[in-house]
């Protein structure tokens, strides 16, 4: 029996039928029914034709898109940078319910134009990126805004934490300049 308007409700409980509602948070649908997927408070937008579920548990996060995510780097590829996402802003304590990969494509590394990502980001690199696509797996990241980018990066040859000067890296400790796609506050502070 379906449930109403603010009744609570388990994992599985029936919320309706795909004819009324599409599933909204904390809720899906399978053979033409929707159902919860957490427990919590039952939400019916009839006017929407939604159906969701408030939590009344503390759940783990998901990222949705808009959010801040502080990612290292795992990989490049010719036009990739491959991430994994280690924490949300909305919620920096909790591991993520959902894969933690996600990738940045070279148009969603900078307002300029980007020839060559391995540039912009290295293995290790610690960025602050934006959600932009959920839709896809692995989930995409972009780095555009002026706030968003590398917010510490070590050096490809002895590994020390680089220092900004001007729009350059450089290793205190062996002289090495680098590049990258630094944030706005680059080394001072991560979200």
């Not at 039952?42 to 998901?62: I, M, N, R, S, Y």
């Not at 780095?143 to 290793?171: F, I, R």
Request: with cysteine; aromatic share 8%; hydrophobic share 35%.
């Amino acid at each position: 029996m379906a449930k109403k308007n603010e009744d609570f409700v388990l994992p599985g409980d029936l919320l309706g039928v795909s004819e009324e509602f599409i599933p909204g948070y904390g809720a899906y649908e399978e053979g033409g029914k929707v159902y919860s997927s957490i427990a919590g408070i039952v939400h019916l937008d009839f006017e929407g034709k939604k159906a969701f579920v408030d939590p009344l548990t503390d759940v783990p996060p998901v990222p949705k898109e808009g959010d801040i995510a502080i990612c290292e780097v795992t990989g490049i590829k010719e036009k990739i940078a491959m991430i994994e996402i280690i924490a949300l802003k909305k919620n920096p304590q909790r591991a993520l319910a959902a894969s933690p990969m996600a990738r940045i494509y070279i148009s969603q590394t900078s307002r300029r134009y980007v020839t060559d990502i391995s540039r912009e980001f290295k293995i290790g690199d610690l960025v602050r990126a934006k959600v932009v696509n959920t839709k896809r797996t692995p989930i995409e990241l972009s780095t555009v805004e002026e706030n968003l980018g590398v917010v510490k990066a070590y050096c490809s040859k002895c590994k020390h934490p680089l220092e900004k000067k001007n729009n350059k890296l450089e290793c205190p400790s062996c002289g090495n300049i680098e590049f990258r796609k630094t944030s706005s506050d680059y080394r001072k502070g991560v979200f």
